[in-house]
């Protein structure tokens, strides 16, 4: 609907000008001006100059695997024209489950993306949903690939680690674990990503077989994703020091300044930097090992539960 009435839309198409519908094949960069599509004869020519490519490029190179990207500049006039309300009822008509609930915040995700092979340039889109029936098929992946064994863990756990921050996804999976009596270890999840709420239910239930209970029926493996998820934007927001300035003055207290500054400046980073590898090195593959460890024993379960039924059968 979206690419539709970009091409079809004749107030659209006024108010953005040619801006998205630019196709550059070479191009010539200087400075902040870009200029392109040195097409063959008979091509037709675009001169662009600036942001559009730029915005075109990075949309290309970070476009989620299960809809599109946009630039937040398209996303605001697409919002303005009322385009954006009506994909949103759209969607949620076409969506013949979990999706039907979806909000218009979920659908339309506005968010900064880093590119970190362009220096760390931030870029400011907006990630839309395109599958109405998304929660649906990967339940069914997820379902195939628990049927294939241990052979189908990888992949599984791959799709569980993508679609992390979707909460209508994981909830679908979340069900389809609890239908089939698949026990995820959200005990130790909690014991990981926040030791003080982990001794706050531990006083409440000091049996251990309770206090699983307990977390197994209340808390969401969402909540715990949204809790791994504040604690991974935290860590972005903490600035990596930047390098020191130095005293302008060249006098006596120079030298000793510049190498206390030297000094503080590194106690900062290696901190910064010791923090960033926890999370990515431990903390973030301890939570999913959590996760898979509850899927294998499921699985090894669930094998010799077959093995037995087709033995009986003999």
């Known amino acids: 609907m979206i690419i539709r009435n970009l091409r079809e839309n004749l107030s659209l198409i006024t108010s953005i000008d040619a801006l998205f519908q630019v196709r550059i094949r070479?191009?010539?960069?200087?400075?902040?001006?870009?200029?392109?599509?040195?097409?063959?004869?008979?091509?037709?020519?675009?001169?662009?100059?600036?942001?559009?490519?730029?915005?075109?490029?990075?949309?290309?190179?970070?476009?989620?695997?299960?809809?599109?990207?946009?630039?937040?500049?398209?996303?605001?006039?697409?919002?303005?024209?009322?385009?954006?309300?009506?994909?949103?009822?759209?969607?949620?008509?076409?969506?013949?489950?979990?999706y039907q609930g979806i909000t218009r915040d979920e659908l339309f995700k506005l968010r900064d993306v880093t590119l970190f092979e362009k220096k760390g340039a931030v870029f400011n889109s907006c990630a839309v949903q395109a599958n109405p029936d998304l929660p649906e098929d990967i339940w069914r992946q997820?379902?195939?690939?628990?049927?294939?064994?241990?052979?189908?863990?990888?992949?599984?756990?791959?799709?569980?680690?993508?679609?992390?921050?979707?909460?209508?996804?994981?909830?679908?999976?979340?069900?389809?674990?609890?239908?089939?009596?698949?026990?995820?270890?959200?005990?130790?999840?909690?014991?990981?990503l926040s030791p003080s709420w982990h001794k706050e239910l531990q006083a409440l239930f000091p049996d251990e077989t309770a206090l699983r209970a307990h977390v197994?029926?209340?808390?969401?493996?969402?909540?715990?994703?949204?809790?791994?998820?504040?604690?991974?934007?935290?860590?972005?927001?903490?600035?990596?020091?930047?390098?020191?300035?130095?005293?302008?003055?060249?006098?006596?207290?120079?030298?000793?300044?510049?190498?206390?500054?030297?000094?503080?400046?590194?106690?900062?980073?290696?901190?910064?930097?010791e923090r960033m590898r926890y999370f990515q090195a431990v903390l973030l593959p301890a939570v999913f090992a959590c996760l898979e460890a509850g899927i294998r024993e499921y699985i090894v379960l669930h094998q010799a539960e077959l093995g037995k039924a087709s033995y009986d059968k003999l």
Not at 226 to 240: E, V
């Open 26 to 98: 070479i191009g010539a960069a200087i400075g902040d001006v870009c200029i392109g599509n040195f097409g063959p004869s008979g091509a037709r020519q675009w001169d662009v100059i600036g942001v559009p490519v730029i915005e075109a490029r990075r949309m290309e190179s970070s476009a989620p695997l299960d809809g599109i990207r946009i630039s937040r500049r398209l996303f605001e006039v697409l919002d303005a024209s009322g385009l954006v309300a009506e994909y949103h009822a759209s969607f949620r008509s076409k969506a013949s489950g979990f």
């Open 142 to 192: 997820i379902e195939s690939r628990i049927e294939l064994g241990e052979s189908g863990v990888p992949a599984l756990m791959t799709i569980i680690q993508y679609y992390r921050g979707n909460r209508l996804v994981i909830g679908a999976l979340e069900e389809l674990f609890r239908e089939r009596g698949l026990r995820l270890h959200k005990e130790r999840m909690i014991r990981l």
């Open 216 to 273: 197994d029926s209340t808390v969401s493996l969402v909540k715990l994703f949204r809790l791994l998820g504040a604690m991974q934007d935290h860590l972005k927001k903490t600035d990596c020091p930047s390098d020191p300035t130095f005293p302008a003055s060249y006098t006596e207290e120079w030298l000793g300044q510049v190498i206390a500054l030297q000094d503080s400046h590194y106690r900062k980073d290696k901190k910064y930097h």
